[in-house]
């Protein structure tokens, strides 16, 4: 019996020892999480996640001070390594061009890279205060609630041409979400007292939330309902 209770007793200290260790494991797990870098020493993108599996690998959210890549990423596929706020800058720089059709420009339209920074970080502003969320999820979230997954193209055959519903690549859908939420603010705000950054900001949150009134949305469901009559 003494010999029985003596490997009980050993057997408690061992798990008592393991559980120390796994305990300040996280906690220097924890600690590492909050020294780390903030997304322009502001935004905590640690916990942000994406749930689409497609467009997971294209939506890069790295957190860093400075947020421009000057334009030497240009491999093909290289929007896994440009961030989703540059990304989104760099869109917002020409929102009025729709294909081969170029649309008047505003006065805060110049192409200057911080004057469109400075309209994003504006715009996540006033998503985390309506929100009280982090605006970088919000984003995320609106980009995977927003992005088609079916589309058409054309098709020639004898001499007739057809619209052949076809499925949307990841990227595309990332890159074209992005776009419509940018040209859907830009039509709310221009010649009217609404500011781009709030126009911004309310079509963010709208997509987010999956309302009806929302460009992007609007678009999604047009693209979808448009590959559903081709197929």
């Known amino acids: 019996m003494t010999e029985e209770i003596q490997i009980q007793a050993e057997e408690k200290s ?6 120390e260790q796994e305990t300040q494991f996280d906690e220097i797990v924890k600690k590492k ?3 780390s870098f903030k997304l322009f020493g502001i935004y ?15 939506i890069n959210f790295d957190p860093r ?7 030497r990423v240009r491999e093909k596929f290289s929007h896994a390594k440009i961030n989703v ?12 061009h729709r294909g081969k059709k170029h649309k008047i420009q505003t006065h805060w339209k110049s192409g200057k890279y911080g004057q469109n920074m400075r309209i994003v970080l ?10 009280k969320q982090n605006p ?14 079916d589309g058409i193209t054309v098709i020639e055959y004898g001499g007739a041409r057809y619209p052949q519903a076809v499925d949307v690549s990841p990227l595309r859908r990332y890159t074209m979400t992005l776009r419509n939420i940018v040209q859907g603010s830009y039509d709310k705000s221009f010649n009217k007292k609404t500011k781009i950054e709030q126009a911004l900001a309310d079509e963010i949150i709208k997509a987010y939330k999956r309302e009806a009134d929302s460009f992007a949305m609007v ?13």
């Open 14 to 19: 061992e798990l008592e020892g393991v559980r």
């Open 136 to 149: 970088i999820q919000v984003l995320v979230s609106a980009i995977e609630n927003a992005a088609p997954r």
């Open 33 to 35: 999480k909050s020294d």
């Open 122 to 131: 504006n715009c996540l502003n006033i998503i985390e205060e309506r929100t």
């Open 44 to 58: 905590d993108v640690s916990e942000v996640k994406v749930n689409d599996s497609g467009m997971k690998r294209y």
């Open 65 to 71: 001070i400075l947020v421009k890549s000057r334009g």
């Open 85 to 96: 706020l540059e990304v989104f800058a760099n869109l917002i720089a020409v929102p009025g």
């Open 219 to 231: 678009k999604k469901r047009e693209s979808e309902k448009s590959a559903d009559s081709a197929r």
